[in-house]
């Protein structure tokens, strides 16, 4: 660990507006930037975001700028490496259960993985520049209607990746007995 301080910032935007922040906060910074990481470009362990490395007064500093959906996935696997170790932070298999088994937990990491960097990440890069709408409207109201039949089925396939987040981490919820103690 290197930064004293870290800051995330998370928000409801496309990969062009996390961009765009992160362009805004480096300039903002001028020369206190030491580097920026783009871990999009060059995902650990299904890990996604941007983050720029400053150094402020002498302090290291870390901003992690974060879309929702490579937030909600973090957090979850996050959750993950400290029950089961935090080595599948680095590409390393997850501790064993009480018995010594690995099967479950080795299969939800790499699906995890896989979410975030075939699932998450391409969902990403087909609604990229698109006006992100209320799943109300694209439902029924006349501005969906006007969407075209591509624009509509990335953001709904956007949306089915959120809903895939929220499964997961509902299913980790109502399964930790079993898999986390086992």
Do not use: C
């Amino acid at each position: 660990m290197h930064d004293l301080i870290g800051i995330r910032v998370v928000g409801d935007f496309d990969l062009s507006s996390q961009d765009k922040l992160v362009a805004s906060i480096a300039l903002g910074f001028g020369d206190s930037v030491r580097k920026i990481i783009d871990r999009r470009q060059d995902p650990r362990s299904g890990y996604r975001a941007v983050h720029v490395i400053l150094n402020v007064d002498g302090s290291f500093t870390e901003v992690q700028v974060r879309t929702n959906l490579q937030s909600k996935w973090v957090d979850l696997y996050e959750r993950l490496a400290d029950e089961w170790g935090r080595q599948i932070r680095y590409g390393a298999g997850p501790s064993p259960d009480s018995q010594g088994v690995l099967v479950h937990r080795e299969k939800l990491v790499k699906n995890l993985q896989k979410l975030s960097l075939s699932g998450i990440a391409e969902y990403e890069k087909s609604t990229n520049n698109l006006q992100f709408r209320d799943l109300q409207e694209l439902r029924g109201s006349k501005s969906a209607r006007g969407l075209s039949r591509p624009d509509l089925v990335r953001q709904m396939n956007l949306r089915s990746a959120a809903i895939q987040l929220d499964d997961l981490q509902g299913q980790l919820e109502a399964k930790k007995g079993d898999w986390l103690a086992a």
